[in-house]
């Protein structure tokens, strides 16, 4: 397959026609097409896009459908395969008890069907009975050594080529590899991981006829007056897998006879907004956790369940897969850039950061976090998706966190230090202001709950995030060492540090109007936090079940002091208003004490 790839390159703004490095997209399209027609296999069955029929589309909705998967891929299909297992860059393999709750139904049914048969049947039923009884107490004894075993791998996929189009590629990977679970025949499963998901020509084909159903529908949008960016073709063309585009192609209606991919009805949920960046200083968002929720819910009842996530990473698309066949489950991360996501070790990381001194200081730090974050992200969904976590607690619990870390990172209260301390991420950033409470600091970390890996990672986050601007913060954690090569590299001139402020002879006043006009103005703090906490906290069972204590704790302690703040600076305009904001604070907890 490779000696027939494909090697384009987007033409120079400023090349001509005659430029050698110059090839018209009419000529790339027929050279595309007479490629993919010359290969029998995929001609034969097109895997994308033949999984459903007419009848189906106008009956059935997209959200009952559930793609059942007939194999795990990394034991079925790679185990026993060694050119496929030398294109795996990361494996890990877990392996706990299975869970007790349908052995626990099992028996009580069990007794109760034993109490009936032992009152209405005759003796010699029963010694039937005792026979039955004994063949599946064996059983029984067979399935407690069962063990449920957790894969998370990440494999070799087709190397990105084309820097702005990862979104086209992920899409590829993530029908490509979900093909592979729930496709009849483990020969066919097998062609499609070893051939497909390797194949530039199959790509090439992919993208151009996912350009060519955007440019149709751009001219629908036209001509009935609707077009309007990115619906154009120079947008189109650029070949940037926009969020419009991806809606479309996941949610249009049935009727839309173009579209092919919204026709197979993929059990793919797309979140462009994913990033733990995005999750901790964004506003959550609640419909796609309650679209999460449910997914959560068909991997609990299904025991064979495939679902495939598109995962936006600021500036990078991939793909996890969280694939469940009986007592075994993997979780499967494609990276289009071929970056050990899981496995690198810090080291390796930098020597990838380092390989682009050419990046501002920003996307130097998107692309930082796009290679360490992945992780966590798999943990997340590990632990909510085959786990007992709530995501709704999880993310709430992280976005709660980490907007309170923001607060005492740029206004410091020294009267409630102390109290502040309850934050377990709180001594992130002041570690250069508050010197004299580092020992306090460091004991807060033992204040966690069932949540303590998650949270522990993102503490090293958030100290990335601080030391990535700053050159003078010091630090003994290796991954924050990572980012302190980063910044010592790049120019800091003109960035505002967290320290250059906090360390200035200020008053706690003027760091509090910095931080609501730079960080988080009143009306941010309504939209953000506010809103989000009275669409998921009601009642005092709500606040029970999402908010672990030393998050109940932390909020009072910054409602107190921050309150008591504001009655003695009430002068302010900017301050008046955030006082209402406050009241709401006030009440929306006190209310549930």
């Known amino acids: 397959m490779e000696n027939h790839s494909l090697k384009l390159s987007a033409p120079s703004t400023t090349a001509r026609f005659s430029s050698e490095q110059y ?48 194999r795990i891929l990394l034991k079925d299909i790679i185990s026993n395969d060694q050119d496929n297992k030398d294109k795996i860059i990361y494996k890990n393999s877990t392996t706990t008890k299975q ?38 107490e064996e059983k029984e004894e067979e399935e407690e050594e069962e063990f449920e075993t957790i894969h998370i791998w990440q494999p070799k996929v087709l190397k990105q080529r084309k820097n702005d189009s990862c ?17 009849g025949t483990k020969e066919e499963a097998k062609l499609i991981y070893s051939e497909y998901l390797e194949s530039r020509v199959l790509f090439w084909h992919f993208y151009w006829v996912s350009i060519k159903l955007f440019l149709e529908k751009s001219k629908q949008k036209k001509k009935d007056k609707q077009s309007r960016y990115p619906w154009n073709e120079k947008c189109i063309l650029k070949g940037v897998l926009e969020r419009s585009y991806v809606e479309y192609m996941f949610k249009s209606g049935v009727n839309d006879n173009m579209n092919m991919i919204s026709r197979q009805h993929y059990p793919i949920t797309v979140l462009p907004d994913w990033a733990i960046q995005s999750l901790k200083n964004n506003r959550l968002p609640i419909d796609e956790i309650k679209e999460m929720q449910r997914i959560s819910q068909l991997f609990k009842s299904s025991s064979n369940y495939a679902h495939v996530f598109m995962i936006g990473q600021s500036i990078h698309w991939i793909t996890i897969v969280i694939n469940k066949v009986n007592n075994h489950s993997e979780i499967i991360v494609l990276d ?42 798999v943990q997340i969904l590990k632990d909510c ?49 508050n010197n004299n409470n580092n020992n306090n600091n460091n004991n807060n970390n033992k204040d966690n709950d069932n949540t303590l890996s998650i949270f522990n990672n ?109 009655k003695n600076h009430s002068d302010v305009k900017l301050i008046q208003r955030f006082s209402i904001t406050m009241n709401w604070f006030d009440k929306k907890f006190l209310n549930f004490q």
């Open 99 to 136: 869970i007790e709750q349908e052995k626990k139904i099992k028996q009580i049914r069990k007794q109760e069907e034993n109490k009936i048969k032992e009152e209405q049947n005759e003796i010699e039923n029963k010694k039937k009975e005792k026979e039955k009884e004994e063949e599946e």
């Open 458 to 566: 993102l503490n090293i986050n958030n100290k990335i995030t601080s030391n990535i601007t700053s050159t003078t913060t010091t630090t003994t954690a290796t991954s924050i060492n990572i980012i302190g090569s980063v910044s010592s590299s790049s120019s800091s001139s003109s960035m505002i540090t967290t320290s250059t402020i906090t360390t200035s002879n200020i008053t706690q006043q003027q760091q509090l109007i910095y931080w609501l006009e730079n960080y988080w103005p009143p009306s941010v703090i309504e939209y953000n936090i506010c809103q989000v906490l009275d669409s998921i906290i009601t009642t005092k069972e709500d606040m029970d079940k999402y908010l672990e204590c030393h998050i109940l704790e932390s909020l009072s302690v910054w409602i107190k002091s921050t309150s008591d703040h504001l």
């Open 167 to 183: 979104g086209y590629y992920c899409l590829y990977n993530s029908l490509t590899i979900l093909n592979s679970c729930f496709i």
């Open 23 to 70: 090839i018209p997209r009419a000529i790339i399209l027929d050279i595309v097409k007479e490629i993919s027609e010359s290969i029998p296999k995929f001609i034969e069955k097109n895997y994308f896009f033949s999984h459903s029929s007419k009848k189906e589309e106008s009956t059935i909705d997209r959200k009952s459908i559930q793609y059942h998967s007939n």
């Open 385 to 433: 998706m085959l786990g007992d976590s709530d995501l709704t607690k999880t993310l709430l619990q992280l976005n709660l966190t980490c907007f309170l870390e923001n607060f005492y990172s740029h206004v410091n209260n020294n009267n409630n230090n102390n109290n502040n301390n309850n934050n377990n991420n709180n001594n992130n950033n002041n570690n250069n202001n």
């Open 336 to 377: 289009s850039r071929n970056h050990n996501l899981l496995g690198a070790t810090d080291d390796e990381v930098m020597q990838l950061v380092n390989k682009h001194p050419e990046l501002s200081d920003h996307m130097r730090k998107s692309y930082l976090f796009s290679l360490i974050e992945p992780k966590l992200i």
